[in-house]
């Protein structure tokens, strides 16, 4: 982790502009074709959320601003980010994972497996890893979503929020999900959130 010195920062007036926000977030759903990730997934019998959410990970490591987050009312990097994600046990609850990020797909999918066992074996909601050095995601695939408004604990908050809807195939060879974007605005601009929407879909067509 890197603190930022806060007097030397390009960022700094933003910074301070929207820490005194009551809730500095905002948010933009992106729709996101999948149809390359999704039949690469199905012939290689692959966890299809799996596979997506590494090529999140990945634009997100990729991203210098969605690793920054707030400590103390100061800006902070951290070298790695890592996936909190939400994972339903059978009888539809869910609990909170802590998913170790990893560039090599096949660690990142047996980390996920793990958390999953994790889960369904537990009632607690919370795993007993819960630092800043995450995105907070859930998949939401029942609903093709075009909108989406996440949570506000009303504490202060800088962890960037994803939500993933329901898979919609356009055509016969075209399938598309939309992605719930949602960021801090005193750490992360628009611009910052094309780049990751660029490189999120440049890992999924790869």
């Given at each position: 982790?890197?603190?930022?010195?806060?007097e030397?920062?390009?960022r700094?007036?933003?910074y301070?502009?929207?820490?005194?926000?009551?809730?500095?977030?905002f948010?933009?759903?992106?729709?996101?074709d999948?149809?390359?990730?999704?039949?690469k997934?199905?012939q290689?019998?692959?966890?299809?959320?799996g596979?997506y959410?590494h090529?999140?990970?990945?634009?997100v490591?990729?991203?210098?601003?969605?690793?920054?987050?707030?400590?103390d009312?100061?800006p902070?990097k951290?070298?790695?980010?890592?996936a909190s994600a939400?994972?339903?046990?059978?009888?539809?609850?869910?609990?909170?994972s802590?998913?170790?990020?990893?560039?090599?797909?096949?660690?990142?999918?047996?980390?996920?497996?793990?958390?999953?066992r994790?889960?369904?074996?537990?009632?607690?909601?919370?795993?007993?890893i819960?630092?800043?050095d995450?995105?907070h995601?859930?998949?939401?695939p029942?609903?093709?979503?075009s909108g989406?408004?996440?949570p506000?604990s009303?504490?202060?908050?800088s962890?960037?929020?994803?939500?993933?809807?329901?898979?919609?195939?356009?055509?016969?060879?075209?399938?598309?999900?939309?992605?719930?974007i949602?960021?801090?605005?005193?750490l992360v601009?628009?611009?910052?959130?094309?780049?990751?929407?660029?490189?999120?879909?440049?890992?999924?067509?790869?």
């Amino acid at each position: 982790m890197i603190n930022i010195n806060l007097e030397n920062w390009h960022r700094k007036s933003l910074y301070e502009h929207f820490l005194r926000f009551k809730d500095p977030y905002f948010g933009v759903t992106v729709p996101f074709d999948l149809s390359f990730a999704y039949n690469k997934a199905k012939q290689e019998k692959r966890s299809f959320f799996g596979v997506y959410l590494h090529a999140c990970m990945l634009a997100v490591n990729e991203v210098p601003e969605f690793k920054l987050r707030i400590i103390d009312d100061l800006p902070v990097k951290f070298d790695t980010i890592h996936a909190s994600a939400t994972i339903m046990r059978a009888d539809k609850t869910f609990g909170f994972s802590f998913i170790n990020f990893d560039p090599d797909l096949e660690v990142f999918l047996q980390n996920i497996s793990s958390e999953k066992r994790r889960i369904e074996h537990s009632d607690q909601l919370f795993p007993a890893i819960n630092g800043l050095d995450c995105i907070h995601c859930s998949a939401i695939p029942w609903v093709n979503f075009s909108g989406h408004k996440e949570p506000v604990s009303g504490q202060r908050d800088s962890i960037p929020k994803f939500a993933f809807s329901k898979i919609e195939h356009l055509s016969k060879n075209k399938i598309q999900m939309n992605t719930a974007i949602n960021v801090n605005h005193a750490l992360v601009d628009g611009y910052h959130v094309e780049q990751f929407c660029e490189k999120f879909q440049h890992y999924l067509n790869s």
